[in-house]
């Protein structure tokens, strides 16, 4: 029970910890400041969270989600229709990737270290220095207003209320973590763990485009480097959710969650504490040792 | 002719195979120019990609989900502690170099620590890790600028009849490597858990020492390769060591170790390594610009991955 609280836990601790050092930034115009980048982290978290409830890992969704920032930036505000067919392309290759890896048996970690590699050179040869500029309507979504609850936090609630819906409450939900829970179990039920591992992907992809779109929307210009971190922010986020490495146990509110926590940690709450820019890096780190401490002393207590 | 089949039959020489295909390639196109200046400039390259290679390998050996992800961060750290320690001063390299390996063995037994008292796959925790080692490396080395000591320098680059003289050595460190791990206690002990891990200790296989000690070695590869990098390329850097996460692995993997584990392959170590700098070489030599070659060099990765295929898990 605490366990399952741990994710929300640690977003609260690190909310107090801002509220104290500084009270001014929990405000309406503070937390839109402050969760400004928690958007397209979430999404690329969300999309990390896929392909590790089947048991496999994504190493290029940072580049891919560079690649698609430079698509977003360029092509999709010059000639939408070809800018779409690209990012849905894209998405396509993803679903190749996993069917790929389930028939070959390849281990995703290479096949995606590999493809981290094709993503940053496109996103290259499509944006050399940085520039583009995001199509208007993306731009104004982002800068979107609602009363009373800064617009991260909504989009935030929106995102983990629709994946929660659909991985953890339908029935094909269940068959796409069951492929990373017991995979042999659900062969002999009779389910293809081909389209899984295809659906798994393809929905990585869907995120990881989502998340590249939501980014450029907020910076408004792009940079073939501009998503590089993301990969390991989002595996931390999937993790610090309270998700596993194997047996299809993930979270996509934990995951959430997790990514808000990075966000506000990785350099609000550390920029509040005046911690020098050189051990921000190493403050997330800490944070991520901590949160699994944590974890390993509340699992124990509850054995 | 039944000695060529056993050759063919094994994995490693599919690697090499490989290097050789690329070679040819960039000397049909420079018209055999430059051919044995290529093969020095390779083997020099492919050294440091072999050291840490062969630690990654017997970390991945180790069983699904063991990898060391801090090794980028332990090699650019180690360069800025050796070249400080050694501070251009020829008397002071042997010390330099004990230096580095203590500093990668440190990372390699604080990365083990983590995985064991907080239970969390290997990968969060070299992940972690990493992070950390990479503010001190920023915080310690920054602008650092000292020269490697004149001899060691010297010593990185040094060549007999166009022949890396770190190279020679590096392959009788592979020998040893391969020795230990076929015929020595302790790389049966790796094998063993990377089977089996239940099966191993039922068996009697100290699990947790053999781990301590294979993330030890693997941590103090790294900090030895960041010396010599280090040296070979004048002077420490925090990103010296940013291209080995990829290409640790990728040379385990091309090189015809199983990434689920219990496998082995010293030999495609050297292989797959020379393969990738040869493949880096060779798109150079084309002149194609730097996002046709990450294009390439991604797809080919993915595409030798393909064709060599993944094994069944051995369970």
């Not at chain 1, 590999?114 to 050399?128: C, E, H, K, Y």
């Not at chain 1, 509110?253 to 509040?272: C, D, E, K, M, N």
């Amino acid at each position: 029970m605490l366990r399952s609280l741990l994710p929300a836990l640690s977003l609260a601790l690190v909310l107090i910890a801002i509220a104290w050092l500084n009270p001014r930034a929990i405000s309406y115009f503070g937390f839109s400041l402050m969760l400004n980048l928690a958007i397209p982290i979430a999404l690329a978290t969300i999309a990390q969270m896929f392909v590790i409830a089947g048991n496999e890992l994504d190493l290029s969704i940072g580049t891919f989600v560079g690649f698609v920032g430079c698509v977003t930036a360029t092509w999709l505000k010059d000639a939408p229709l070809l800018g779409v067919v690209i990012l849905l392309g894209s998405i396509g290759v993803y679903a190749l990737l996993g069917a790929l890896i389930h028939l070959r048996n390849l281990p995703s970690i290479v096949v995606t270290l590999g493809m981290s590699f094709v993503w940053q050179g496109m996103a290259i040869l499509i944006l050399p220095k940085p520039g583009g500029k995001a199509p208007d309507w993306l731009l104004a979504l982002m800068a979107f207003k609602p009363p009373f609850i800064p617009f991260p936090i909504v989009a935030a609630l929106l995102i983990a209320a629709v994946v929660h819906f659909g991985l953890m409450r339908t029935s094909y939900g269940v068959i796409l973590r069951g492929s990373g829970g017991n995979s042999a179990a659900l062969k002999r039920a009779g389910w293809s763990l081909l389209r899984t591992k295809i659906a798994l992907f393809a929905l990585t992809g869907l995120f990881g485009v989502l998340s590249g779109m939501a980014l450029i929307g907020i910076t408004t210009s792009a940079d073939a480097n501009i998503g590089n971190g993301y990969t390991l922010l989002s595996i931390a986020g999937v993790i610090l959710g309270g998700g596993e490495f194997v047996g299809g146990r993930v979270s996509p509110i934990g995951a959430v969650i997790g990514a808000l926590t990075l966000a506000l940690a990785a350099s609000p709450l550390l920029t509040f504490m005046h911690i020098p820019p050189d051990w921000q890096v190493a403050a997330n780190g800490a944070i991520l040792i901590i949160v699994l401490a944590a974890r390993v002393l509340i699992s124990r207590r509850e054995r | 002719m039944a000695s060529l089949r056993t050759l063919l039959a094994r994995p490693w020489i599919w690697s090499f195979f490989g290097a050789l295909l690329v070679w040819l390639a960039t000397i049909a196109f420079t018209g055999g120019y430059g051919g044995g200046g290529m093969i020095t400039a390779a083997l020099s390259l492919a050294v440091f990609t072999v050291i840490v290679g062969v630690g990654q390998m017997f970390v991945i050996t180790l069983g699904p989900g063991n990898v060391d992800l801090s090794l980028p961060a332990n090699i650019g750290l180690a360069s800025a502690v050796a070249m400080k320690v050694m501070d251009g001063n020829d008397a002071m390299i042997a010390v330099g170099l004990l230096a580095a390996l203590a500093c990668g063995m440190a990372i390699g037994a604080v990365n083990y620590l983590l995985i064991w008292a907080l239970r969390i796959p290997p990968i969060i925790a070299t992940l972690s890790a990493s992070f950390v080692i990479q503010s001190v490396d920023i915080s310690y080395g920054r602008g650092l600028q000292i020269k490697p000591p004149p001899g060691f320098a010297d010593f990185t680059n040094w060549q007999v009849f166009g022949i890396p003289v770190l190279a020679i050595l590096t392959v009788l460190f592979t020998i040893g490597a391969g020795i230990v791990l076929q015929r020595m206690i302790y790389g049966r002990s790796v094998l063993a858990i990377g089977q089996n891990i239940r099966a191993a200790w039922l068996a009697g296989v100290n699990v947790g020492r053999t781990r301590f000690l294979t993330y030890t070695l693997s941590g103090a590869l790294g900090g030895l390769d960041g010396a010599l990098l280090a040296g070979y390329f004048r002077g420490a850097n925090v990103d010296i060591g940013n291209e080995y996460l990829l290409a640790s692995i990728a040379v385990v993997v091309i090189g015809g170790t199983s990434v689920a584990g219990g496998k082995a392959n010293v030999p495609g170590v050297w292989g797959a390594a020379l393969f990738l700098v040869l493949l880096l070489t060779m798109l150079n030599t084309f002149g194609v610009s730097v996002g046709v070659r990450l294009v390439l060099t991604g797809l080919i990765i993915v595409g030798v991955i393909t064709a060599a295929g993944g094994q069944k898990a051995l369970r």
